[in-house]
C-alpha cells in the first residue's frame, strides 16, 4: 500500500534572512572560456561553455544567514510503501532529504542532520544532502532554498503520488516532477518534464544531485570507461578526456573511490553508446544506491571534496555532525560547462528511478574496470531494464497533465503572474499541469499585476528596498511603455536593470541618471557604480558608491560594497574609517569582518588581524581563498619584519609549512 503524507519535521537550523536588495548583474561574457586538453574528442567541445556565464536576475541573492542554528520546524511530504520511505521539503526546493529502504532500515542517501546554508548556490545560500533538482543555468539551481509548489497527484494504480513544480523565471520555463512508489515498487520514480511553450529557442539545464554517503571502500560506478574529468590543480586545462579508472587528477590510483583524491575533484561519464544509463554507489559489501535513467538524462557525474583539510572541511562545515558525503549526478549535457539549447514549443520528459542494489562483491571491487561496471549493468537489467524505462516513461509521459487532486504546498506567485500575462496577451498557456492559484500573488507580484492591468508600475519611496526584479523582454516592452507617458523614479530604475541585463548600457546610464532627476535614490546610483566598474571606470564607480553611500548608511550590502570599493582601489585608511563609523551589528557581519581583516593586514595591524582569523564564518565562497591568504601573508610579514628583509618563494611555502591555516578558515578546493 501506498501512502502519502504531510507531517512536522524539526531539525536544527537557521533562517534565511531577507534577500539581498541589490541586483547582481550577469556576465558580460555569456559563454564561458574553457581550456581543454588536447585528448579531448572535437565532438566533446560542440557548445562547451555556451551560454554557462554568471547568471542570476531576476532572481536576488539569499546571502543573509549565519551559522546560529536553533531548532526549526520544517514541513515535509512523505511518499510511502512496504519498501521505500521518501521524505521531501517543499520549502527548500523540493530537497528529497531522505530515502529510506525498509526492509534493510538503511538510509541510501546522505542526509544532512541540519539546515546550514553556505554559499555554493547561484544565489549563494545552498545546503549539502538528499537528491537536488537543478534545472534553468550551471549551478545549484535558483529555488533550491525557495518555497516551490507540491500537490497530490494520482498514479496508474490509483495510489497517490506527489508532484513537485514552478515556473523558473529566468529562462521562462515551466518545470515539474511527479513522483510515484506504486504497492511493492522497489523504485522510486521521478518522471521530470520541462515544458518551453514560448516563440523563441532558450538555453537550458538540469542536473539531479544525489548525496550518498562516502567511505573508503564506497566505489562509484556507470556503464563506460570514457570520461570528461576537470583538472582543479592549475596544469593550464579545465577538461581532459581519459579512460576510467586511473586519471591524473587521482595521482594515478582508482578514480572510483573518492577518498583516492588528494584534492575537490570531478568528472562526468560519458555512456554515449548503451542502452541504459545509470550510476551507483556501492559499499565493501557491494550495496548501496543505484539511480537509472532513459536516454535523454544521459550522462553521469562524481563529485569529492577530496582527501585533505579544505575538503575534509567542508564536508563539516556543511553538515555538522553528519557524515562525509560525495555527490553523484545526472545531466542532459556531457558536462555541466556544456551548454544545452531548448527548442521553441519544445516540451521534454524522462524518468528517472532510484532505489536499493545489492550486488557480488567482489565483482563490484574488481581490479578490472569493466569487469566492476559490467557486473552491476547485468545485475540491474534482471531489475529493470531499458524497455521496462522506457514503457514507464510512456505511461508518465500520458499521465504528467493530470490535474493534481490536492495543492499541499505553495510555491512563489510569479508562475500565477506569468499565467495572467499570458492570458492578456493571447499567448500559448502553460501545460494544463501547472496550476498557479490566483491567491499565490504576493505583494511584489501585484506591483507588476498593476503594470500588466493599468500601465503603470506604482512608485514607493527611494527609502523603502526596491524589492524584486524583473528581466523579461515581454515585461519591458510594458514597462518602456510605461515611462513614456508617465516616468517615476523607480519605474525607471526598474527599466534600468532590464536594460543593463540586456547589454544596453547607455540605455541603463540613461533610465538610472533620469531616475535620480526624478529622485535621487541609493539604488539607483549604486548601480551607476555597477555601470562604471564594468566600463573600467574606478574613480567613478567609487565616487558612486559614495553619493548611494551618502543616501543610505543603514543598508548592510551597501556598505559591503563600499569597502570592497575602498579596498579595490587601495584606500584602506578611508575604509577604516567607514568601518569605524558602523553599527555594531553591522560591523558583526560576516563578509565586512573578512573586509576588516584586509583592511587591517594592509594597514600592517596584524594583532587585529589574528583575532578577525579566529572566527568562523557563514558566506565563504565555494574555492575562495581569501581568508587563508590573509593568514599567510599575515605570517610572511611578521617573518619579513623580524628578518628585515623581503621573503623569497622558497622561504614563503616553508612559513605555509610553519604557520599551517586553521581548519576553521581553511576553505581551499586543492592542497597547497
Not at 520544517?74 to 512496504?82: A, D, F, G, T
Not at 543505484?290 to 569529492?304: G, M
Not at 504528467?400 to 506569468?418: F, M, N, P, R, V
Request: aromatic residues 12%; charged residues 25%.
Amino acid at each position: 500500500m501506498t501512502n502519502l503524507y504531510t507531517e512536522p519535521l524539526v531539525m536544527p537550523g537557521v533562517r534565511l534572512g531577507d534577500e539581498n536588495p541589490l541586483p547582481q548583474f550577469r556576465d558580460r561574457k555569456t559563454d564561458r572560456h574553457v581550456v581543454v586538453h588536447e585528448s579531448m574528442p572535437k565532438e566533446k567541445q560542440h557548445l562547451l561553455g555556451w551560454e554557462t556565464g554568471f547568471r542570476v536576475l531576476p532572481y536576488r541573492v539569499q546571502d543573509n544567514y549565519t551559522r546560529q542554528r536553533a531548532p526549526i520546524t520544517y514541513k515535509s511530504i512523505v511518499l510511502e510503501n512496504e519498501i521505500l520511505k521518501a521524505t521531501f521539503l517543499p520549502e527548500l526546493g523540493g530537497r528529497l532529504i531522505s530515502l529510506i529502504h525498509k526492509p534493510h532500515d538503511r538510509e541510501l542517501l546522505c542526509r544532512n542532520p541540519v539546515f546550514q546554508p553556505a554559499n555554493l548556490a547561484i544565489r549563494n545560500a545552498w545546503f549539502s544532502g538528499g537528491i537536488e533538482w537543478n534545472i534553468g543555468q550551471v549551478g545549484h539551481t535558483f529555488t533550491t532554498c525557495s518555497p516551490i509548489f507540491a500537490s497530490a497527484i494520482t498514479g496508474a494504480e490509483g495510489e497517490p503520488g506527489l508532484r513537485l513544480y514552478e515556473f523558473e523565471r529566468c529562462k521562462k520555463l515551466f518545470w515539474q516532477i511527479d513522483f510515484y512508489l506504486p504497492p511493492n515498487s522497489p523504485w522510486l520514480i521521478a518522471h521530470t518534464r520541462i515544458a518551453n511553450p514560448n516563440t523563441t529557442d532558450t538555453s537550458t539545464y538540469w542536473w539531479t544531485n544525489i548525496a550518498v554517503p562516502e567511505g573508503r571502500n564506497v566505489r562509484v560506478l556507470a556503464p563506460t570507461n570514457k570520461v570528461i574529468y576537470t583538472d582543479m590543480t592549475g596544469k593550464g586545462f579545465d577538461f581532459g578526456f581519459a579512460d576510467m579508472p586511473n586519471l591524473s587528477t587521482f595521482d594515478g590510483k582508482d578514480a572510483s573511490y573518492s577518498l583516492h583524491s588528494g584534492s575537490a575533484s570531478e568528472y562526468f561519464f560519458q555512456p554515449d553508446y548503451v542502452d541504459m544509463t545509470w550510476e551507483a554507489a556501492l559499499d565493501k559489501d557491494g550495496s548501496g544506491f543505484v539511480e537509472a535513467s532513459t536516454p535523454l538524462l544521459r550522462y553521469r557525474k562524481l563529485f569529492c571534496w577530496g582527501n585533505h583539510q579544505g575538503g575534509r572541511h567542508w564536508q563539516e562545515f556543511l553538515a555538522p555532525g553528519g557524515k562525509p558525503y560525495i555527490e553523484i549526478q545526472g545531466g542532459l549535457a556531457p558536462t555541466q560547462l556544456h551548454g544545452l539549447n531548448m527548442p521553441a514549443r519544445a516540451d521534454w520528459h524522462w524518468t528517472q528511478i532510484f532505489g536499493f542494489f545489492q550486488g557480488d562483491a567482489e565483482r563490484v571491487h574488481a581490479s578490472a574496470w569493466e569487469t566492476a561496471w559490467r557486473s552491476v549493468d547485468s545485475d540491474l537489467k534482471s531489475r529493470i531494464d531499458a524497455q521496462g524505462l522506457s514503457q514507464m516513461n510512456e505511461l508518465y509521459s500520458e499521465r504528467s497533465d493530470i490535474l493534481s487532486t490536492e495543492i499541499l504546498h505553495q510555491g512563489s506567485g510569479w508562475g500565477a503572474l506569468e499565467m495572467e500575462r499570458r492570458k492578456s496577451r493571447n499567448e500559448s498557456p502553460a501545460p494544463s499541469s501547472f496550476v498557479f492559484p490566483k491567491e499565490s500573488l504576493g505583494d511584489e507580484q501585484r506591483k507588476w499585476f498593476t503594470l500588466l492591468n493599468d500601465g503603470s508600475l506604482p512608485e514607493q519611496s527611494p527609502l523603502e528596498i526596491p524589492g524584486d526584479w524583473m528581466v523579461q523582454n515581454e515585461w519591458r516592452e510594458l514597462l518602456e511603455i510605461s515611462v513614456s507617458k508617465a516616468p517615476n523614479w523607480y519605474a525607471l530604475l526598474h527599466l534600468g536593470v532590464m536594460r543593463l541585463e540586456q547589454f544596453d548600457a547607455d540605455g541603463a546610464k540613461a533610465a538610472w541618471r533620469t531616475s535620480i532627476d526624478l529622485k535621487p535614490s541609493a539604488w539607483a546610483w549604486r548601480n551607476l557604480a555597477v555601470l562604471a566598474h564594468l566600463q573600467s571606470n574606478e574613480a567613478e564607480a567609487l565616487a558612486c558608491l559614495q553619493r548611494a553611500w551618502d543616501l543610505n548608511r543603514h543598508t548592510l550590502e551597501l556598505a559591503q560594497e563600499y569597502l570592497q570599493a575602498l579596498c579595490h582601489t587601495r584606500r584602506f585608511d578611508e575604509a577604516r574609517s567607514v568601518y569605524d563609523s558602523l553599527p555594531v551589528a553591522m560591523q558583526g557581519n560576516d563578509r565586512i569582518q573578512i573586509l576588516h581583516g584586509r583592511i587591517e593586514l594592509e594597514l600592517n595591524n596584524l594583532e587585529a588581524v589574528e583575532q578577525v582569523m579566529a572566527c568562523e564564518y557563514a558566506v565563504v565562497r565555494e574555492g575562495e581563498t581569501e581568508l587563508t591568504d590573509i593568514w599567510f601573508e599575515m605570517w610572511y610579514r611578521r617573518m619579513a619584519e623580524a628578518s628585515q628583509r623581503t621573503l623569497d618563494e622558497n622561504e614563503k611555502a616553508e612559513i605555509r609549512k610553519l604557520y599551517p591555516s586553521p581548519a576553521l578558515i581553511d576553505f581551499r578546493s586543492i592542497a597547497k
